[in-house]
T-cell receptor, first 116, second 113 residues
Framework: GAVVSQHPSWVICKSGTSVKIECRSLDFQATTMFWYRQFPKQSLMLMATSNEGSKATYEQGVEKDKFLINHASLTLSTLTVTSAHPEDSSFYIC????????????FGSGTQLSVL | GENVEQHPSTLSVQEGDSAVIKCTYSDSASNYFPWYKQELGKRPQLIIDIRSNVGEKKDQRIAVTLNKTAKHFSLHITETQPEDSAVYFCAASRAGGGNKLTFGTGTQLKVEL
C-alpha cells in the first residue's frame, strides 16, 4: 500500500513557540492531504484539507492563523502550530489520498505534541 | 454535514467469539465507508471498506455490511484473537464532499483469553 511518512513522531516545546510537522507521501503523488487532531481516547477530528498549490480549507472552529498549512509539492504538506499553548497538546496525524484513487486514505504515523 | 455514530464504545469478547460494531450515518449522499483499526499511539490502518453499490464485503475473518435505506453499516469480526484488540473506527465520505472522511467515535475492542 501507499506509504505516508510523518515527522517528528513526538515533540515537546515551550508555550509560545512554533512547531512544524511534516507529512510526505513516499511512493505516490497526493494533490490532497488531510490533517487530523486526536485527543486521548477520542476520535479523529478533521482540522483542514491541504491542497497542493492553493490555500488550505479549514474546518469550522479551526483557526487558520494558528495552524498554518503549506502544501508546496505533490509529496509534502506541512502543519505549523504557531504560538503553541498547553491546550494545543494533542496527537496530530496527516493522511493522503492517492491521485486517481479518490476514496482510500493512508495515514501518517502521527505526531504527539506536548506543550509545556 | 455528515454525522457518524458508533456503538458500542467498548466491547469485550472471549477469544474465538465474534465481535460486531455498528455505525449509523446521516448524509444519504455518503457512498464510501471504510473501517480503520488503531493501536495505541499508532496510525489508523484501513482494514476493510465498502462502497454504496454493494451490501456486503468479506475479507477472511472480517466482513462489513451496509444498509443504505437505514443508513447503517456494521463490522463483523469472527474467531477473534488477542491481536484483534485495538480501537476500531468507522467512517463515511461522499465523492462530492471532497472525499473528507467523517469518523465515528471509536470502539475499544478487547479480546480476552
Amino acid at each position: 500500500g501507499a506509504v505516508v511518512s510523518q515527522h517528528p513522531s513526538w515533540v515537546i516545546c515551550k508555550s509560545g513557540t512554533s512547531v512544524k510537522i511534516e507529512c510526505r507521501s513516499l511512493d505516490f503523488q497526493a494533490t490532497t492531504m488531510f490533517w487530523y487532531r486526536q485527543f486521548p481516547k477520542q476520535s479523529l477530528m478533521l482540522m483542514a484539507t491541504s491542497n497542493e498549490g492553493s490555500k488550505a480549507t479549514y474546518e469550522q472552529g479551526v483557526e487558520k492563523d494558528k495552524f498554518l498549512i503549506n502544501h508546496a509539492s505533490l509529496t509534502l504538506s506541512t502543519l505549523t502550530v504557531t504560538s503553541a499553548h498547553p491546550e494545543d497538546s494533542s496527537f496530530y496525524i496527516c493522511s493522503a489520498r492517492v491521485n486517481g484513487y479518490n476514496e482510500k486514505l493512508f495515514f501518517g504515523s502521527g505526531t504527539q505534541l506536548s506543550v509545556l | 454535514g455528515e454525522n457518524v455514530e458508533q456503538h458500542p464504545s467498548t466491547l469485550s469478547v472471549q477469544e474465538g467469539d465474534s465481535a460486531v460494531i455498528k455505525c449509523t450515518y446521516s448524509d444519504s449522499a455518503s457512498n464510501y465507508f471504510p473501517w480503520y483499526k488503531q493501536e495505541l499511539g499508532k496510525r489508523p490502518q484501513l482494514i476493510i471498506d465498502i462502497r454504496s453499490n454493494v451490501g456486503e464485503k468479506k475479507d477472511q475473518r472480517i466482513a462489513v455490511t451496509l444498509n443504505k435505506t437505514a443508513k447503517h453499516f456494521s463490522l463483523h469480526i469472527t474467531e477473534t484473537q488477542p491481536e484483534d484488540s485495538a480501537v476500531y473506527f468507522c467512517a463515511a465520505s461522499r465523492a462530492g464532499g471532497g472525499n473528507k472522511l467523517t469518523f465515528g467515535t471509536g470502539t475499544q475492542l478487547k479480546v480476552e483469553l
